[in-house]
């Protein structure tokens, strides 16, 4: 098992700047890879960022909407993943959740572990 819990929503000028923190305990947490979902409402949860599981090299994925605005990175030794979220935008707000798995896919239905979700809110 592995629990995930995500911080550092709010509320932001669009233009500006969030960095979303998951901290994770349970199973190893550099075996897993580490993902970033959002779900606005009335929407279905879709795919923003993932980073694959830590060794030489790791891969990182984005989404288009958020390529270039958006950096996912880890920190294996404070069991942590980070989502850095600059130039926001009000189409950004959602609920933002943390995921693991051990594969890096882009589809939320195929991960294990999920976070319980922060609110993040983009006013225009």
């Known amino acids: 098992q592995v629990q995930l819990v995500e911080s550092g929503g709010g509320l932001v000028q669009a233009g500006g700047s969030l960095r979303l923190s998951c901290a994770a305990s349970?199973?190893?947490?550099?075996?897993?890879?580490m993902g970033w979902f959002r779900q606005a409402p009335g929407k279905e949860r879709e795919f923003v960022a993932a980073?694959?599981?830590?060794?030489?090299?790791?891969?990182?994925n984005y989404a288009d909407s958020v390529k270039g605005r958006f950096i996912i990175s880890r920190d294996d030794a404070k069991n942590t993943v980070y989502l850095l979220m600059n130039r926001l935008e009000p189409e950004d707000t959602a609920v933002y959740y943390c995921?693991?798995?051990?594969?890096?896919?882009?589809?939320?239905?195929?991960?294990?572990?999920w976070g319980q979700g922060t609110q993040v809110t983009v006013s225009s």
């Open positions: 980073i694959s599981w830590s060794g030489i090299d790791f891969n990182t």
């Open positions: 995921a693991a798995n051990q594969n890096m896919v882009l589809v939320a239905t195929f991960w294990d572990y």
């Open positions: 349970g199973r190893t947490f550099g075996h897993f890879a």
